[in-house]
């Protein structure tokens, strides 16, 4: 193994949204080879020429062997859910066969007059699901010939059937990845996974309680990225995919705190995910609805029942804010860069953004597919074969008093066509012509300050013509600067620097376009594209500084204006609470 290994943690529900399309774009740039071609192993991915750069999947798969000897590409990814998250999907997984199960019971000592039946529904699958299986078995005798998986792209994907991640999810996990936890029921309104104290004590150490896979919830943990680590020849550190509003930001917290005491010295960036409202781990506005809940409060009037319940939604988004805001806290205690995201005003009103395309703002698999396009965006360069800057060196570059940055996105980038080239694109961008911008995922980010540090990325451009031919430059009598310059890199470079984006910066660009055909949503198909067919091209901005100090601060000032006593007296005493608010406002103070 080459090293520069990454170890990627998903946690919590809309975590694991949002990795099922990050892994379906890794797919999407696999290459096979026959046993003619590459090593001789049929199977194997396919080097591409060092001359073509292409994703170095190393990175982030691992290569293993099914008990049939057929090579295997799997995540090296730890998932953690809830008890009820997913559907149709096996612990084991499909890779690696069936669990052996007894096929018969022997139920002659049982008293019968003892024994309760319970009678559960046979898991569904989705579809899609069904479809990729249907073509599996088609393909599964014939890898002699496979160039793609899948071949078959005329499926379409509907928005409302995704109720689960794992319906539209291609990629195999490897049977250590998938983690639930029984502790906790998914949707559940009675007892809801919705406030980070409830996740930081179950992942606590000196919880022994058996919560997920017959273990502690720290025990299943500690062993799975351990047994990660040392497959690794130089792991190159962790991304961290984690709903910052629910009780997983609390497991979050106590990832991060094992990770920077066994792991010191790798890198750790953390992208914490904020779901639309409906996703509390439950539908708060369901709740006002819900029969379990209306007979628990029989002994109310109609009207303070409703009063009851509203007031509970509201503790609930409260809890989201506090979560976020602890979350933040723990990155900066343990090292780490806090991302977050969000598709709204997660932090105050809760109104959705405008993007350059149609997306329903409460599908929580449309929601998750936009922040996917920008992690898998942001984060190409440093998987290509050609990589000169490292997950280490935006690190590190990343790195600031609050520990923060922010992610913004221009999806899709506008398209070439007849007499309009990439150059004239980067002029349009930089006079801000009205609908041509970056849209911010981090909630408040601002573009009027400049940042300290900008990582920059334009994927999709450089097969076809960048700057127009000498004949169009001269019947239009101007060159701009963009038309100078010899390729995309140095038109990406020059723009960062016309504009003062940053103050320091790194720009790469890529020749691979975001792969937005099936299972991704529908946003992008009105030029008649289907299936696996559909790319478009990105553009994304990661950065810190002035402007992010400003989010920050929001999220700071928000968790600071609350009371919070009452709901957390029974996890924080009074001098804890006090000193992580103090800490919080030192935080931002030392960068204003």
Not at 26 to 47: R, V
Not at 99 to 124: A, C, G
Not at 170 to 198: C, E, M, Q, V
Not at 569 to 575: I, Q, R
Request: glycine share 6%; net charge negative.
């Amino acid at each position: 193994m080459d090293g520069g290994e990454i170890i990627t943690l998903q946690l919590g529900n809309f975590s694991n949204f949002v990795g099922s399309h990050f892994w379906n774009a890794q797919e999407a740039w696999f290459e096979y080879s026959s046993q003619a071609e590459g090593d001789g192993q049929e199977g194997a991915l396919k080097q591409t020429s060092s001359q073509a750069p292409h994703v170095d999947h190393k990175h982030l798969f691992r290569v293993g062997e099914t008990p049939h000897g057929i090579l295997s590409y799997t995540p090296r990814v730890l998932v953690f859910d809830l008890n009820g998250s997913v559907r149709g999907l096996k612990q084991e997984g499909d890779l690696y066969g069936e669990l052996e199960l007894p096929t018969t019971i022997d139920s002659s000592s049982w008293d019968i007059n003892r024994v309760q039946v319970i009678h559960h529904q046979k898991d569904v699958q989705s579809n899609y699901m069904a479809h990729l299986a249907d073509i599996d078995q088609k393909i599964q005798s014939q890898l002699d010939q496979r160039k793609q998986p899948y071949v078959d792209d005329s499926f379409v994907v509907s928005s409302e059937d995704m109720s689960f991640w794992n319906y539209y999810m291609r990629t195999y996990l490897h049977p250590r990845s998938l983690n639930i936890i029984k502790a906790f029921n998914h949707h559940d309104p009675i007892k809801p996974f919705d406030a980070f104290w409830k996740g930081k004590d179950l992942i606590s150490p000196s919880n022994k309680t058996i919560s997920c896979k017959d273990l502690p919830l720290f025990d299943v943990l500690e062993d799975g990225i351990r047994w990660y680590m040392e497959e690794c020849n130089s792991s190159q550190g962790f991304q961290v995919f984690a709903d910052a509003d629910t009780g997983f930001s609390g497991i979050c917290a106590g990832v991060l705190e094992h990770l920077h005491d066994e792991y010191g010295r790798k890198g750790i960036l953390c992208f914490g995910l904020h779901s639309p409202e409906i996703s509390l781990g439950y539908d708060p506005d369901q709740e006002i609805s819900s029969q379990e809940l209306i007979a628990s409060h029989l002994d109310m009037e109609e009207d303070e029942r409703l009063t009851s319940l509203t007031q509970k939604k509201k503790q609930h988004q409260n809890n989201r804010l506090r979560s976020a805001a602890y979350l933040h806290y723990e990155c900066k205690n343990n090292s780490a860069v806090y991302v977050p995201l969000s598709t709204h005003d997660a932090f105050k009103s809760g109104s959705p953004h405008k993007y350059r395309f149609e997306m329903n703002s409460q599908n929580l698999y449309e929601v998750a597919a936009t922040m996917s396009a920008a992690i898998d965006t942001v984060t190409l360069p440093m998987r290509l074969s050609n990589a000169d800057f490292s997950f280490g060196h935006l690190i590190s570059s990343l790195n600031s008093q609050i520990q923060m940055a922010g992610l913004s996105m221009l999806l899709p980038f506008p398209n070439t066509g007849p007499n309009k080239y990439l150059s004239d694109v980067f002029a349009a961008l930089e006079s801000k012509e009205k609908g041509v911008s970056m849209v911010p995922l981090t909630p408040h980010l601002i573009n009027t300050k400049v940042p300290m540090f900008a990582s920059l990325c334009l994927r999709g451009f450089g097969d076809e013509p960048i700057t127009p031919p000498y004949e169009v430059m001269q019947a239009r009598q101007r060159a701009s600067k963009y038309d100078k310059c010899v390729d995309v890199d140095e038109m990406l470079q020059t723009y960062v620097a016309e504009t003062r984006i940053a103050d320091k910066f790194w720009a790469k660009s890529s020749l691979l376009p975001l792969a937005a055909g099936v299972p991704f949503p529908m946003f992008f198909n009105e030029h008649g594209l289907s299936g696996r067919k559909v790319s478009v091209p990105v553009m994304t901005s990661l950065e810190t500084g002035d402007n992010v100090w400003v989010v920050a601060k929001a999220l700071i000032d928000e968790f600071t204006s609350m009371r919070h006593k009452h709901v957390m007296s029974e996890y924080f005493d009074d001098e804890e609470l006090q000193h992580m608010i103090q800490q919080m406002q030192d935080m931002v103070s030392c960068d204003s």
